[in-house]
């Protein structure tokens, strides 16, 4: 085994991870990381279950190839489809020590106590939805909270195409939102279950009631690998610290540095890699 440091991995099925990975950079700056999108084979969100997790284990060993120890699967559907089978069946068979973790715990751990009313709206991809990961997670943590779902499979088009901004979005955007709430008036927290989410957020706000909150995971995220960087040191003392990023694609390095530049708004040289 060797003791080598390396720097923390985050995984993502596409573009929208990267508005996890900023808030992790902002919260963890002094680490280094490795960027991992597969948006070659993006999306994922449709995919039946075996495939997003052969398509996740597949990124996931390519991040431990380039040296990564952590992994954050900053990505709904990964983690809901992917993330405990690779826990449970893969880690174990290996010598060295790995971690690979996801983005729905830490969303679920806090979610509670951010609703008065106890009614709890998730909105996401086909695939998180109807795993129903939230609903089973946030039950472990606050089961009197009651937890309504909406999927919106045209929000991750919108944002892809750098349509999230104009008014076409706002169409899809009212009519995921108003059958949400036609579920439950009560709804006064709302979990955004897909990290493209974020850069629809104040049109989503436009939409809903007074006093409705609105959670976006990546500061959750951040805060909670902090956390559990603290608690496992033995994790911690193998990642690098030199404040440095990296960033990987399966598709077109151009596409992918234009895109990723939306979500950073900062310029982005990536590379291409085979999967």
Known sequence: MTDKAAPIGVFDSGYGGLTVFS????????????YLGDNARVPYGTRAFETVY????ECVEQLFGMGCRLVILACNTASAKALRSIQQRDLPKLKELRRVLGVIRPT???????????????????????????????????PGVEVFQE??????????????????????IKKNIDHLMAQCSEIDTIALACT???????KIRDCLPGGVRVVSQGPLVAESLQD???????????CSKG??????TT?????????????????VFSEQIEI
């Open 54 to 57: 052969r398509y996740t284990l």
């Open 108 to 142: 679920a751990e806090v979610i509670g106590v951010y609703t008065v009313t106890g009614k709890v709206g998730i909105m996401g991809t086909q695939g998180t939805v109807t795993s129903n990961s939230y609903k089973l997670e946030i039950a472990k943590f606050f």
């Open 151 to 172: 999927a919106c499979p045209m929000w991750v088009p919108l944002v892809e195409n750098n349509e999230f901004a104009g008014p076409g979005a706002d169409y899809f």
């Open 251 to 267: 598709e077109s390095t151009d596409s992918f540095n234009e895109k990723a530049g939306i979500f950073l708004h900062d310029t």
């Open 228 to 238: 559990y960087l603290n608690r496992h040191p033995e994790i911690e003392a193998l």
């Open 243 to 248: 404040g440095e990023s990296r960033f990987f």
């Open 23 to 34: 808030e992790i950079r902002k919260k963890l700056p002094q680490y280094d990381y490795i």
């Open 196 to 202: 493209h989410y974020p850069l629809l957020i104040d």
